[in-house]
């Protein structure tokens, strides 16, 4: 891995990290996030100020929500997250995070994909 790549691997776990498990999405926007954050996921809205609204209602309303980092993939600007999402409730999600990083390694951009794990498979593979 380039050292470009790793750089931006650790500013995007260190991000996610910080917004998801340590619930302070405001710090990671502070640390870790460029001057611009433009948002993919349809359920939150464009920007830094959204995007911190958005995530410390997440961690009012589900206590305990945690992330693991299953694996990382990076290219040029790009940084892919695997992902296994737990929240309190039914379900588990298997996470596709992907962020943009702009030349210094901040996070700018960001898309993802979530499924549910199911509690059964047609296979014997788990989802990570």
Not at 28 to 42: D, F, M, R
Not at 75 to 84: I, P, R, S, T
Not at 97 to 114: A, N, P, Q, S, Y
């Amino acid at each position: 891995m380039t050292d470009t790549a790793s750089r931006n691997t650790a500013n995007a776990v260190a991000f996610y990290d910080m917004m998801f498990n340590a619930c302070d999405p405001r710090r990671a926007i502070e640390t870790h996030a460029g001057a611009t954050y433009i948002q993919h996921n349809p359920a939150v809205a464009d920007g830094k100020e959204a995007f911190i609204a958005y995530f410390e209602r997440m961690a009012r309303d589900y206590p305990g929500k945690a992330v693991t980092f299953k694996r990382t993939v990076a290219q040029g600007d790009l940084v892919v997250l695997h992902c296994h999402q737990t929240w309190p409730g039914d379900h588990d999600y298997a996470g596709i995070d992907i962020f943009r990083c702009d030349v210094t390694g901040k996070v700018v951009e960001h898309w993802d994909v979530l499924q549910v794990v199911p509690d059964s498979a047609a296979n014997p593979n788990t989802m990570f």
